[in-house]
């Protein structure tokens, strides 16, 4: 988890400096820094409990911090939709960068059209108001990444990420 963490992490730092928006990329950037911090107090706390054993209250804290893992990477998420619903300059020639772009455009492709064929959706209440129940929920890079499935995701067995492997390589 930490390691997946850090992925996000550079998924962040990588965004934010596409986002043409300043302040949308000052909240990744913050988003990812606090990801960062969580992610290294997460390898602090598993480490000192692989040392010091089975206990109810190393075990509690444990969870702890992978809730608040969990809780930043989707603060980081959620400021990267918006980033990319803001818009994105050109990546550099670096090719993670493009590979995060490319994510990024995807998701957006998949939200506009999901809009337009909501935007067509004649089904409405008696106020002129479109139904939304039984609608698909939009979709967001939470899912996105969700969805992936577990073969393309290339998380290796060992916790450190391998030389050479970008950003992607393992859809976070």
Known sequence: MVSDGQVVVKFGNILAKQCLDQR?????LRAAERTQSV???LGIVARV???TGE????????LSNVQNLLHAVQHVLRAA???CVK??????ADPEEEEVAAFCRQWRKNLTQHRA???LNSARDELGLRKTRGAK???SLISLVQEQPPRSRNIPKHPSPRKGHTAMDRHL
């Open 49 to 51: 409990k692989a040392v």
């Open 55 to 62: 206990s109810r209250a190393s075990s509690e804290l444990l």
């Open 87 to 92: 818009g994105l300059g050109q990546p550099s």
């Open 117 to 119: 064929k909501e935007a």
């Open 39 to 41: 992610s290294s107090q």
């Open 137 to 139: 929920a939009e979709p």
């Open 81 to 83: 939709e918006a980033a």
């Open 24 to 28: 949308f990329s000052r909240e990744l």
